[in-house]
């Protein structure tokens, strides 16, 4: 493995679990071996059972390390590897392919490998929904779960959307015969539930087994089903934040609209596949303040308005590559003013993020705002570059 890849790695291990990849492929948790600092995840039932990893500091993805009882260990990267058939992505060897998986996980830009390809469509774990594993019950409006006070969501916008959600529970889970909070995944073509994004009580979020994350999503028609009348598709990265956005901004968002979340992994099919239920729409990027919604962002960008754009994370932020020209963009300043500065960007994109101070349309509801950050100067920079040259670092 090369300096670059370990660099690169390194990089998005702090952003992607063990256990990430793991629920992905089918993975469940075992509650009856504890929940603590060690986990167990399970592939298989019963008879089925095909594999056991015990996987370490669940709360630390970069320290994560899985161990299985005959001896095989490794860490996120190792295990990607022995799975790497189950990923659709492409590259010229093995280590291309993980770094791709990798960056899918971790909500990165693809890594560049020098290549002159325009911008890659984003592949996806293909799986299969199994809807009789779930039972499933409508939201009971009267009686509303205290999850949704906890996310400073209302009584008035939990009624609003009701029809869009759901409470589900896993007949496989042994430990918790309990309902959670599920948001299904429709795809384009049909109303037939395809998934579940899934939340509950003290911090639990999944998806459910087999959730279709390549061509559905959760997506909350406003319109009462006429597709043609919708104006404005908001996109966020999670159900609870699409909710937030939906509160605080019901009366300007107006009413024939859609909110969408893609549980926090980007698709392009996903994306297109919403759009095509509505035509005459807009499309907003409501993602998260953070560099992976700033990507996020771009790529909902390059869908909608049809710009090939090569996205690539630099010291400062990111750079944008497209039709002969190459500009940064900061962090300071909406991604579609920037790109349009340079790109002829039509009236199929907008943006509507949440204020700056905040991360995300969840946390500014609730009023959690991002700790102040001091951006290193130049001085600060200089020395952290001749820092890594003194220690030999490859770069």
Known sequence: MTGDYKIRFRDMKERVGIDDVAYSLGYRLDRKAGVGRYIELVLGEGRDKRDTIIVSNRRDKGSQFFFRRDGSKGDVVSFIRENLNSFNVSGSNEWQKIAKVMAKFANMPEPDYDSHAEYVRAASVPQVFDPSRYAVCPLDTEKIHPLFRQRGISERTVKALAPFISLVSDRHNENFSGYNIGFPYTAADSDRVLGYEIRGMGGYKSKAAGTNSSTA??????SGGNGASVRSVFFCESAFDAMAFYQLNRLRAGENIALVSIGGTFSDRQVLGVMERFPNARA?????????????GLRLMALVEDLPLRITKTEDGL???AKGKSFPLTSERAIYAQVSEHLPVRYRMGQWQPPSEFKDWNDCLLGKRLEPKISPTKLDRDNNLAGKRKSGLKL
Not at 217 to 222: E, F, H, K, T
Not at 284 to 296: K, T
């Open 217 to 222: 999503a959760w997506v909350a028609d406003l």
């Open 284 to 296: 907003f990027d409501c993602f998260d303040n953070d560099l992976p919604g700033r990507v996020n």
């Open 319 to 321: 750079k944008v590559e």
